[in-house]
T-cell receptor, first 119, second 113 residues
Framework: DTAVSQTPKYLVTQMGNDKSIKCEQN?????MYWYKQDSKKFLKIMFS???????INETVPNRFSPKSPDKAHLNLHINSLELGDSAVYFC??????????????????FGSGTRLTVV | AQSVTQLDSHVSVSEGTPVLLRCNYS??????LFWYVQHPNKGLQLLLK??????LVKGINGFEAEFKKSETSFHLTKPSAHMSDAAEYFC???????????FGAGTRLFVKA
């Protein structure tokens, strides 16, 4: 029973295309996140959602649009994909009940990642 | 301002020998500190966390870490390395009350047979 699940696991697409990554958590957590991991393994926060509301948008291009239909789901839609978007995207969730940032005392539960390759 | 520094980008040990992965942090307040492990092509898994309780924290798979405020360190140790410990390890500083979550750059652990 996967706690945080992402689909797809791999995504190969051409420049200029639009793609979506889906994330679902069954932990009952209120807060969900999208992180981007580059080729050097550096992790950077992209978005934080608390109970379906956007909390953090950390200098991410407008081509990236998160959508949270309910607190168990946080999807990421990317328009007009560029070569530089190639990375591994991780969804995560945490127990924080309310948050105005992405700080945590509980830690995150991560999904297994989506490796996006733009050619 | 917060920051976290993992002092080694790579650590190589032989199977059965101790593991030490070093992490220093900077924070104006008492932070929460975490270690995560990432095996190749996998997501990050929480190993252990410190949140102002006992300074010696035990985690999964035999790992432990000690919070030393005077040294602003949170080093990860394991008495005896196993081949399955080969992975990337991330030290993280966070905590509510105006903190952000900051990931270290990672330490790649190699375990030789």
């Amino acid at each position: 029973d996967t706690a945080v699940s992402q689909t797809p696991k791999y995504l190969v697409t051409q420049m200029g295309n639009d793609k979506s990554i889906k994330c679902e958590q069954n932990l009952g957590h209120d807060t969900m996140y999208w992180y981007k991991q580059d080729s050097k393994k550096f992790l950077k926060i992209m978005f934080s959602y608390n109970n379906k509301e956007l909390i953090i948008n950390e200098t991410v291009p407008n081509r990236f649009s998160p959508k949270s239909p309910d607190k168990a789901h946080l999807n990421l839609h990317i328009n007009s994909l560029e070569l530089g978007d190639s990375a591994v995207y991780f969804c995560a969730s945490s127990q924080e009940i309310s948050s105005n940032d992405w700080a945590t005392n509980y830690g995150y539960t991560f999904g297994s990642g989506t490796r996006l390759t733009v050619v | 301002a917060q920051s976290v520094t993992q002092l080694d980008s790579h650590v190589s040990v032989s199977e059965g020998t101790p593991v030490l992965l070093r992490c220093n942090y900077s924070s104006s307040y008492s932070p929460s500190l975490f270690w995560y492990v990432q095996h190749p092509n996998k997501g990050l898994q929480l190993l252990l966390k410190y949140t102002s309780a006992a300074t010696l924290v035990k985690g999964i798979n035999g790992f432990e870490a000690e919070f030393k405020k005077s040294e602003t360190s949170f080093h990860l140790t394991k008495p005896s390395a196993h081949m399955s410990d080969a992975a990337e390890y991330f030290c993280v500083v966070s905590g509510t009350g105006g903190f952000k979550t900051i990931f270290g750059a990672g330490t790649r652990l190699f375990v030789k047979a």
